[in-house]
């Protein structure tokens, strides 16, 4: 049978896995090890001559197992797996989201360096943009997703860095507002000011899409980002990360980690083995479970303005519909919306409601709501939250897998 044929959904429960390795078991078992055995000295050293980069891997050798620091089955079967959603060539996976950030663009990035950034992005990218990597003496420019790309240009060249530009990094849809950045857009940017001496690099963090909704490297990424804690995990029961990209990226930033020692442990890759086999029924139902929400939060007279992607072309300019229709499959599970009122309604709302439970983070099975001006995105300056509109009465919803009813009559009697 042709696997290459195969639908990656088709896959997520036998992919890269070979049972007779492990005595027959239907699931890849948690290799809880931190060492594994050679079989002689030659193998260790053949071993690590090729993890440490010394020669290149021979055409009929297998990779062998070092130390769950440098490899372990359930990691590797598991960025195997994720290659096939993004069709990316390599993926390492993270102990949590923002490691797979930082240590990204600290193997692309130097002191010097210039970063352009779209905003919002997830608060604590921002804090490592804005404090971390200040410390590097690593400038960062960010722009607005209703910045034109001559606007944006124009940015660059003040800043007086334009030749050290060296990464752009984008969120798509943006946290919370689910505001559009045209990625092919940025890939433009990125061949303008990439030189045979360097090339820019261009990172998506799509977790807000998780990898069925959005692939960013078809349309011009060299890097996708993840918080594999969201729908990836999706469960709500581990946090993780991953980056995908191709070989040669992902050697370096593979080659960090290691040094770095922020690899998923077993048990970590276990869970998202696990979680990879229900993603797309899952994103699937919270998607049509959204849509019934936030059609209810639309016409509810004490909702201001809903976020949401399926609103698009009622609310949006040509230019995000032209975005939102060559990007985007769906239009997802995360919803916002402007309550009347302020900081005040907004509190009200979230401590009444009862099955959808108050908590950051998202993509998870369960319904969170959250308040993105005063928690995810506190550290944000206050003039940048108000260009950005995360207001006060400004409420954030990832919807689950509950019967959509139900999460609307909690919203309805929360809104009461």
Known sequence: MDYSKMKPESLMMSYGYKPSLSEGAIKCPIFQTSTFVFKNAQEGKNFFEVAYGLREKGQNEELGLIYSRLNNPDLEILENRLCLWDKAEDCAVFESGMSAISTAMMEIMKPGDLLLYSRPVYGGTD???NHFLKKLNITAIGFLATDSKEAIIEKIEASGLADRLTMIHIETPANPTNALIDIEMCADIKKKYTTSEKEVILS???????????HPLKHGADLVL???TKYIGGHSDVIAGACLGSKELMGRIKGLRTFLGNMAGPWTGWLLMRSLETLKVRMEQ???NAKHVAEYLQNHPKVEKVYYLGFIEQNAN??????????YTSAGAMIAFDIKGGEKEAFSFLDSLQLIKLAVSLGGTESLAEHPQTMTHADVPTEDKNAMHISEKLVRISVGVEHYTDLIADIEQALK
């Open 286 to 288: 919270q998607a049509i």
């Open 318 to 327: 040509a230019r995000e519909i032209e975005i939102f229709k060559k990007q």
């Open 127 to 129: 804090h490592f943009i």
């Open 226 to 228: 993840y918080s594999a």
């Open 204 to 214: 998506v963090d799509n977790t807000y899409m998780g990898p069925i909704w959005q």
